[in-house]
């Protein structure tokens, strides 16, 4: 099993900035894909970012390109979301994920990742 403990969450204003951290222990070993997707509100779960930790490829949704950023720490068990000019349609619960060891290609549904963090709070007030 892989457990997964995001922090860095908070309320912040928009145009601010905010930072997540995700650390992965456990059986963490072969882990190569590790993302992360966000839920409002009322909606589904949709994906944020993906990183490859081994060879640092990554990919984005749309409507994040341009503002987040992720990346990992030389251990390659922490992740980080770097958020900038955050928008009042930001605010979610943002989860961190991670794929079953191996499986190396950028996912972006929810469904290819098996293991998941308890999510942190993302609020962006105007």
């Known amino acids: 099993q892989v457990q997964l403990v995001e922090s860095g969450g908070g309320l912040v204003q928009a145009g601010d900035s905010l930072r997540l951290s995700c650390t992965a222990s456990?059986?963490?070993?072969?882990?190569?894909?590790m993302g992360w997707f966000r839920q409002a509100p009322g909606k589904e779960r949709e994906f944020v970012a993906v990183i490859n930790v081994n060879v640092d490829s990554t990919d984005y949704a749309d409507s994040v390109k341009g503002r987040f950023t992720i990346s990992r720490d030389d251990t390659k068990t922490t992740i980080f979301l770097q958020m900038n000019s955050l928008k009042v349609e930001d605010t979610a619960i943002y989860y961190c994920a991670a794929r079953l060891p191996l499986r190396s290609d950028l996912a972006t549904s929810a469904r290819n990742f098996t293991f998941w963090g308890q999510g942190t709070q993302v609020t962006v007030s105007s």
């Open positions: 456990g059986r963490i070993l072969f882990v190569a894909t």
